[in-house]
Each structure stands twice: as structure tokens, then as C-alpha cells.
């Protein structure tokens, strides 16, 4: 259990930090949900429960927001408890997105669906989609990559982007079915696609781990060299301390420092986000003139009033309450390889309305006027500005719940507060307006019609919707029509409002900061 006593914040935002005093509640009196009841009496839900409350009441963002304890009934499912706990759930200026896990699936306050079996973290369907949902109950999955080296990968004739698929195992897609179906943890299934005839067995690879970085490549184009890297979640190693992905990125910006490349592209189309630290360990290679007088914040962050106040008491203070770029990587471990030096002016960034949390760290960190020239093309990003770390009972064995409550808001350098630079509604594309990969929405009498492109082009192909979109407002030019030119697949449909969940939202996300005892 995170208790206010004698705590270790190991944050991998560069930071150790003793917890060492303690720190009375906001009601003693109310510390116990019932004082004269034995705890040995208490049913496990209790147990866990009073757990959630005490840390959210300590270390939630919306701490006061909170219901009053008598009003809560503490024998309910955890995830139905912690969801009573959320403030304004679903809502622009609330919170949209803590969260809570259990056996590596992660439980959404209010959301429909994410069930999928902890079995597909031993079984990987070796792909990343996107869904469709329309008006008519149906679904549709569109395949926006295949996973390198997975079975699906090495499969030959196999699934590809821009698949679409509508069945599996001979059962349509619809929104109560498809995630069940397509992460039932079986060691196969047969696909069937609206874009491709017949029928497709895929197998699942045991025990997949994904690198974030799923390619990169510097890009010859028009007398100009650009880098360009498709980084889809922000993590250092696989959980295993060993820096390996933070350490393969720095090369690659090595790489692209000795060759000099003129221009840098990071699509972040499907990051939801991931640790803050790797985030920082990109800023820093990106920003220009890094420890010269003036550039040494990266972003700040703000607390509730109670938790602010006992991290007051701490020596570095200033550390918790500020991100600074760093000149080092492995700040936790024996590597310490120097951060690499692009010094650029510039910096392009792909995204999607999934684009989340770290990546738009990145945006904001960089960018507003303070370092570095950033242009956007896609979508509007989720608008997510907060933080949140990891909360374990360690007092409670039988309590494999794991919190993901938001913490802190992020901010640039150059504001005073958060107020000042609040980007909960996302950041909108600079060029080119709002650019969907794979297909077109249109507003056609208050309804949202998607029509597929008939031809979808790999990731890094220079014809690539987006990348080919960068490329041009590389080369200053107008932005081209977004749909494709080759003509559209069948009739546009009727999508619904609601977003129903896809693999990356699996994925890491958020701003995490890593605490550990």
C-alpha cells in the first residue's frame, strides 16, 4: 500500500525521493470507514476499497472532488468503486482517463467492452487496429500495421495493412462481439475482410513483446534529408531496467545527427503515451542549445493542494514539481549514455485523435513558442494533460488491483500555471486540416459518413497519406486533397459517436511516472 509514511518515490523523471514523515489525513476521524468494526471482519471487497479511497483521497488530482465516504458503498466490485470515485467522468475539463488494472487488463471507468482475456498477453493476434463502429450495430477493423516478427508477420500472403476485417470464425463484427472474438486468447482464427476475397488463418505468437519503435528511415526528398521514425508507445526496456529501446532510440538519433539530417518526422499516429522519462529522453535530443541559459525545463507539473504541500517538505522539491531535459540516459541504472544532439529548428508530428499524453508532452514541451517550430498533421489530438503513476497495496497480498489515478497536470516552461496552458481539447493539425490514414469522414446532414481509400500504402512509403502530407509542408507547399485519387471502396456509412476501444488501447499510455518502493 502507498501510505503517507515512509515512502520511496523512485520517479523516472529523475527523481528519488524518501517519504519519510508522516502526514495526517483530511479526516482522521474518517481514516477507517467503520472504527469499530474488526478489519478482520471486513469482506476482501472492504478491504480493497477502503484502500482505493485512502490513496485517491491523499493522491488523486480531484482529491476534494471525491464523494463523501457514507455515501459510497464500500462492499461493491473494486472497478465499480473506483469508478464512483472519478470526477466528471467524460467530460472536457474532468477526468476522462484514469484507470485501474487487474492481471494486465486494464478497466475503464464506464466504458463498454474492455474485457479482453489476460490470455492475449500470452497471445498476441500479431496486429494493430483500428474499429468502425456504425449506426447499423456493426464493426469493422481496419489493420493500421502488422507487428514485426510476429506469426502474422512472417506469415506468407498474410494479413497487411489496410485489411479490413468484418468477420472472425465465421461471426460478423459488431460492437457487443468483436473484442471477445478477436482477443479470445485462442492460438488461431479465421479472418474474413470486406477488401480482399476469401478467407485468412492467422495464428498468434506466445508471449509477444513489442518494440515502440516500429521503423525509421531517413527519407531522401527533393535535395533534403529527413528522418523519420513511427514510435508507437513511450517505454525505456520491456519492464526489465535494461534501457534497451531508450538506448536503440539514442542511436538512431545519433545516426541522424552524423549524417545531419535536415528535417525530423515522429509519428506518433498510435502512441497513447507511456513513462515521461523516455518522452524526455526524445525532447532532449531534439531541442536545440540544451544547456545553454534558459532552456532547461522541459515541463512542469501541479499537484493537489494536500500532496503539493507534503512534497514541500522534500529536498528536491524542485525536481518533482519540474521536468528537466536530460544529458543522460539510465538515470536509474549504470548506463548513463549521453543523450544525443539534433539541435533541431524544426519538428514534424503525425498524429491521430488516439495521439496521447507523452506525445503530446512532446508537442506542448517543444513547442508553444519555446523551443522548437512544431507542425502537426492528422488529427486532433486526445487532449490528454496529465499525469498518473502506479499505486500497489503492499499491505494487501490478496489485492492485485493496480491504481492508475491522475496526479499532476503538465505544463510548459513558460507558463506560471497550469491555467495558463491548459490543452485538455488536443492540439489541431497545422497543415492540411483534419486527415484521417486509410479512409475519409464527412459530415453529411449531421451524420458521420466514412468512405475507405481503395488503396492504402505501407508506413514509410513516401505516398503514404500522412508522410506524403509532411513531406509537402516540408517542401512549403499547399496541402493535397485527402481523399485518395485513386478512387474510394464501396459506399460511405454511417458511423455513430461513440468510440469503442482498439489494440492501442492496450498499449502503454498516459504520462506515467514511475514509483517504486
Given amino acids: 500500500?502507498?501510505?503517507?509514511?515512509?515512502?520511496?518515490?523512485?520517479?523516472?523523471?529523475?527523481?528519488?525521493?524518501?517519504?519519510?514523515?508522516?502526514?495526517?489525513?483530511?479526516?482522521?476521524?474518517?481514516?477507517?470507514?467503520?472504527?469499530?468494526?474488526?478489519?478482520?471482519?471486513?469482506?476482501?471487497?472492504?478491504?480493497i476499497n477502503n484502500w482505493i479511497y485512502d490513496e485517491m483521497s491523499f493522491q488523486y488530482y480531484w482529491n476534494t472532488e471525491i464523494p463523501q465516504k457514507n455515501t459510497l458503498n464500500f462492499d461493491s466490485k473494486p472497478d465499480?468503486?473506483?469508478?464512483?470515485?472519478?470526477?466528471?467522468?467524460?467530460?472536457?475539463?474532468?477526468?476522462?482517463?484514469?484507470?485501474?488494472?487487474?492481471?494486465?487488463?486494464?478497466?475503464?471507468?464506464?466504458?463498454?467492452?474492455?474485457?479482453?482475456?489476460?490470455?492475449?498477453?500470452?497471445?498476441?493476434?500479431?496486429?494493430?487496429?483500428?474499429?468502425?463502429?456504425?449506426?447499423?450495430?456493426?464493426?469493422?477493423?481496419?489493420?493500421?500495421?502488422?507487428?514485426?516478427?510476429?506469426?502474422?508477420?512472417?506469415?506468407?500472403?498474410?494479413?497487411?495493412?489496410?485489411d479490413i476485417i468484418n468477420r472472425i470464425n465465421g461471426t460478423s463484427l459488431t460492437r457487443d462481439n468483436y473484442l471477445s472474438l478477436i482477443h479470445s486468447g485462442k492460438s488461431s482464427m479465421e479472418l474474413e475482410f470486406e477488401n480482399r476475397a476469401g478467407s485468412l488463418v492467422v495464428e498468434a505468437?506466445?508471449?509477444?513483446?513489442?518494440?515502440?519503435?516500429?521503423?525509421?528511415?531517413?527519407?531522401?526528398?527533393?535535395?533534403?534529408?529527413?528522418?523519420?521514425?513511427?514510435?508507437?508507445?513511450?517505454?525505456?526496456?520491456?519492464?526489465?531496467?535494461?534501457?534497451?529501446?531508450?538506448?536503440?532510440?539514442?542511436?538512431?538519433?545519433?545516426k541522424y545527427s552524423s549524417k545531419r539530417i535536415d528535417e525530423l518526422i515522429l509519428d506518433f499516429r498510435y502512441n497513447g503515451g507511456g513513462y515521461v522519462e523516455s518522452g524526455t529522453y526524445i525532447a532532449s535530443a531534439i531541442v536545440p542549445n540544451r544547456n545553454s541559459t534558459g532552456v532547461k525545463i522541459y515541463t512542469q507539473r501541479e499537484y493537489n493542494k494536500e500532496f503539493d504541500a507534503?512534497?514541500?517538505?522534500?529536498?528536491?522539491?524542485?525536481?518533482?514539481?519540474?521536468?528537466?531535459?536530460?544529458?543522460?540516459?539510465?538515470?536509474?541504472?549504470?548506463?548513463?549514455?549521453?543523450?544525443?544532439?539534433?539541435?533541431?529548428?524544426?519538428?514534424?508530428?503525425?498524429?491521430?485523435?488516439?495521439?496521447?499524453?507523452?506525445?503530446?508532452?512532446?508537442?506542448?514541451?517543444?513547442?508553444?513558442?519555446?523551443?522548437?517550430?512544431?507542425?502537426?498533421?492528422?488529427q486532433t489530438t486526445t487532449g490528454k494533460n496529465m499525469e498518473s503513476f502506479e499505486i500497489k497495496d503492499e499491505e494487501n497480498k490478496d489485492n492485485d488491483w493496480i491504481l492508475h489515478p491522475l496526479t499532476s497536470i503538465s505544463f510548459h516552461s513558460k507558463a506560471k500555471t497550469s491555467k495558463e496552458n491548459l490543452y485538455y481539447g488536443g492540439?489541431?493539425?497545422?497543415?492540411?486540416?483534419?486527415?484521417?490514414e486509410g479512409a475519409t469522414i464527412e459530415n453529411q446532414g449531421g451524420y458521420r459518413v466514412l468512405t475507405f481509400d481503395k488503396v492504402v500504402y505501407p508506413l514509410g512509403d513516401p505516398q503514404e497519406k500522412l508522410l506524403a502530407m509532411a513531406l509537402n509542408s516540408i517542401a512549403g507547399r499547399p496541402a493535397p486533397m485527402v481523399r485518395s485519387m485513386k478512387g474510394t471502396m464501396g459506399q460511405g456509412r454511417t458511423l455513430t459517436n461513440e468510440q469503442l476501444k482498439s489494440s492501442l488501447d492496450f498499449n502503454p499510455r498516459g504520462m506515467i511516472i514511475d514509483i517504486k518502493k
Avoid: W
Fill in 1 to 47: 500500500m502507498i501510505m503517507k509514511e515512509n515512502r520511496i518515490f523512485i520517479l523516472t523523471v529523475a527523481l528519488f525521493v524518501l517519504l519519510a514523515s508522516s502526514c495526517s489525513d483530511k479526516n482522521d476521524d474518517d481514516y477507517d470507514r467503520d472504527k469499530d468494526k474488526d478489519k478482520d471482519k471486513l469482506t476482501q471487497n472492504e478491504k
Fill in 80 to 162: 465499480d468503486f473506483f469508478s464512483s470515485l472519478i470526477y466528471n467522468y467524460d467530460t472536457p475539463t474532468g477526468d476522462r482517463f484514469s484507470y485501474m488494472e487487474k492481471n494486465d487488463v486494464p478497466y475503464f471507468p464506464t466504458s463498454k467492452g474492455v474485457s479482453a482475456s489476460s490470455s492475449t498477453k500470452h497471445n498476441d493476434i500479431g496486429f494493430s487496429y483500428l474499429n468502425y463502429n456504425f449506426t447499423d450495430g456493426s464493426v469493422v477493423l481496419f489493420v493500421n500495421y502488422v507487428k514485426p516478427n510476429s506469426k502474422a508477420d512472417l506469415q506468407k500472403n498474410g494479413i497487411k495493412r489496410g
Fill in 205 to 254: 505468437t506466445p508471449i509477444y513483446t513489442e518494440n515502440p519503435i516500429l521503423l525509421e528511415d531517413i527519407i531522401p526528398f527533393e535535395g533534403k534529408k529527413v528522418g523519420y521514425i513511427v514510435y508507437n508507445f513511450f517505454a525505456n526496456d520491456n519492464g526489465d531496467e535494461s534501457y534497451d529501446y531508450a538506448v536503440e532510440l539514442n542511436k538512431i538519433f545519433e
Fill in 310 to 378: 507534503y512534497l514541500k517538505t522534500m529536498s528536491n522539491y524542485d525536481e518533482l514539481k519540474h521536468e528537466y531535459f536530460a544529458d543522460k540516459i539510465g538515470r536509474k541504472s549504470n548506463i548513463k549514455e549521453d543523450v544525443s544532439r539534433l539541435e533541431m529548428k524544426r519538428l514534424y508530428v503525425i498524429t491521430s485523435d488516439r495521439t496521447a499524453s507523452a506525445s503530446e508532452q512532446i508537442i506542448n514541451g517543444l513547442g508553444g513558442g519555446q523551443y522548437v517550430d512544431v507542425q502537426i498533421i492528422g
Fill in 427 to 436: 492540439f489541431e493539425p497545422t497543415y492540411g486540416g483534419e486527415v484521417l
